[in-house]
Structure formats: structure tokens, C-alpha cells
């Protein structure tokens, strides 16, 4: 009913910048809100940001506060995540979820495939 298909990721030197954008396709009747997760190998799926629907409330993890940017275009069903002066511990597979309505009212959460990140110089 929902699918999330992330893009952007990819190798970056410490310091650069990349952004990442997750689309929501299918038959729904909103995308409630957005967030990105990552999880570096052997680790656990962590919160790094989340966006409202509204843009309204927007909360990042500490570490990235002032470095990474959630945004969302409701017209396009897509959030990004602009990160910035990135650095090798960053290093993950990046994951898209979000809270939807699907048409028969009913509440899901889905999440992307996920897109990698490689932090090296």
C-alpha cells in the first residue's frame, strides 16, 4: 500500500555533504511523519531525525543538531536529509520511515530499503 524509496547516499570525504530523499509512493491517504534512522554495522537502527507533517516539529538527535537538516515536500510525498561537515563515524546505512493512513483508514509504519553512506577520505 506504501512504499519508501530512498536515494542520495553514497561515498563522501569527512567533512562534505550529501543529501538524501525518500519518496512515498502507493495508495494512502496521508504521510503522517518522517524520519530518518541509521544503523553502522553492529550496531542498532538509531533516530537521527524527525519531521511532522506540518514541518512544525522537526527534532535531530544531538549529535547532528546544526549539521544535518530534515525537510518534506508534501506535494511530492518526499522528506531529505541535508548532512553536512559529515564524519566517518557517520558511516551507516541510511533508512527512511514513515507514519501513513492508508484509504480504509487504517494507521501504518513503513520503512525504505535503505540507502548507504560511506564517510572516508
Known amino acids: 500500500q506504501v512504499q519508501l524509496v530512498e536515494s542520495g547516499g553514497g561515498l563522501v570525504q569527512p567533512g562534505g555533504s550529501l543529501r538524501l530523499s525518500c519518496a512515498a509512493s502507493?495508495?494512502?491517504?496521508?504521510?503522517?511523519?518522517m524520519a530518518w534512522y541509521r544503523q553502522a554495522p553492529g550496531n542498532q537502527r538509531d533516530l537521527v531525525a524527525s519531521?511532522?507533517?506540518?514541518?512544525?516539529?522537526?527534532n535531530y538527535v544531538s549529535s547532528v543538531r546544526g549539521r544535518f537538516t530534515i525537510s518534506r515536500d508534501n506535494a511530492k510525498n518526499t522528506v531529505y536529509l541535508q548532512m553536512d561537515s559529515l564524519k566517518p563515524e557517520e558511516t551507516a546505512v541510511y533508512y527512511c520511515?514513515?507514519?501513513?493512513?492508508?484509504?480504509?483508514?487504517?494507521?501504518?509504519?513503513?520503512w525504505g530499503q535503505g540507502t548507504p553512506v560511506t564517510v572516508s577520505s
Open positions: 520511515k514513515a507514519g501513513a493512513t492508508t484509504r480504509s483508514g487504517l494507521s501504518l509504519e513503513v
Open positions: 502507493g495508495s494512502f491517504l496521508s504521510i503522517n511523519y
Open positions: 519531521i511532522s507533517r506540518s514541518s512544525s516539529i522537526r
